[in-house]
């Protein structure tokens, strides 16, 4: 299962931090280093690296403390109150974090594709006999590499480079009808706001507003033009039946924080013969 399916949410021990996952992760993976033992007091480390602007705080604060190993800049995030690590992050690698598997609400639904570092295993530790293993470290490329090859290639970029192709990905999601989908493009404070309507604000009130709506009716959304200036996306449309009009989008750090939409409301409930509002 792929794209917005693949959604986790996770916290710390305490449930004082919680985080959302949005987007398809670039792989797993157990690591048998010293480092990783002595972190974690375990005989190995479970780690899932998802691009950095995937990863959502929905509760609480993360707190993060740099430190130095290895010649570079490390900076770990967790709980302040109970001291669990959630994530770990690089500056060689500033755009991907290593998420702390076990933190995750579910961990099992993101088993490691391989085990790194076998020479430092240790010596009771039995790797499964079809695993793939390196003594040392590979290649980043190469572990995300194995996934793809274990859960196929996303539906659409975990985390698209710009609002112009974040909205792009919207439009072919909502095109298929899903909001669960649909709604894996919003922060999770973003506002939708259709100015034929109220303000709906908050992703799952989002999510559940496109529910209604594809459930009502078969919309589809053709582009016609579709611009991009900064941190915003317009969006000029039509419909099949002759329906038009405009969206203006928000877009940071991957995800649509805002939005406004321009159309004929009265049409389109007369063209899929809607209950027309009360005066």
Excluded at 91 to 110: N, R, Y
Excluded at 137 to 161: F, K
């Amino acid at each position: 299962m792929t794209g917005p399916e693949r959604m986790g949410e996770g916290g710390c021990q305490c449930g004082a931090v919680r985080y959302r996952l949005r987007g398809e992760p670039l792989t797993s993976y157990a690591c048998h280093c010293t480092r990783c033992q002595a972190a974690t007091g375990a005989a190995f480390s479970l780690s899932l690296i998802v691009p950095r602007k995937a990863l959502e705080t929905i509760g609480g604060e993360a707190v993060a403390t740099t430190y130095s190993m290895g010649g570079g800049d490390r900076q770990r995030a967790g709980c302040a109150d109970c001291g669990g690590v959630l994530w770990f992050a690089s500056a060689e690698m500033p755009e991907i974090v290593a998420l702390k598997t076990g933190t995750l609400d579910d961990p099992g639904a993101f088993p490691p594709v391989a085990h790194v570092w076998t020479r430092s295993a240790q010596p009771w530790f039995r790797l499964p006999a079809d695993a793939p293993a390196w003594a040392e470290q590979p290649e980043m490329e190469t572990l995300i590499a194995l996934w793809r090859d274990r859960v196929g290639e996303p539906a659409h970029d975990a985390v698209p480079a710009g609002p112009r192709q974040v909205v792009a990905a919207w439009v072919e999601a909502f095109n298929r009808g899903d909001a669960d989908e649909v709604a894996a493009f919003y922060a999770a404070d973003a506002v939708n706001h259709q100015v034929t309507q109220a303000p709906v604000e908050g992703c799952d009130a989002i999510r559940a507003m496109f529910a209604r709506e594809f459930a009502d009716a078969e919309m589809t959304c053709l582009v016609e033009n579709l611009f991009e200036d900064g941190e915003w996306a317009m969006l000029e449309w039509r419909d099949p039946l002759g329906l038009r009009g405009c969206g203006f989008f928000h877009v940071v750090d991957g995800l649509i924080r805002f939005q406004r939409g321009y159309w004929d409301r009265l049409s389109f409930l007369r063209q899929h013969g809607l209950a027309l509002p009360r005066e």
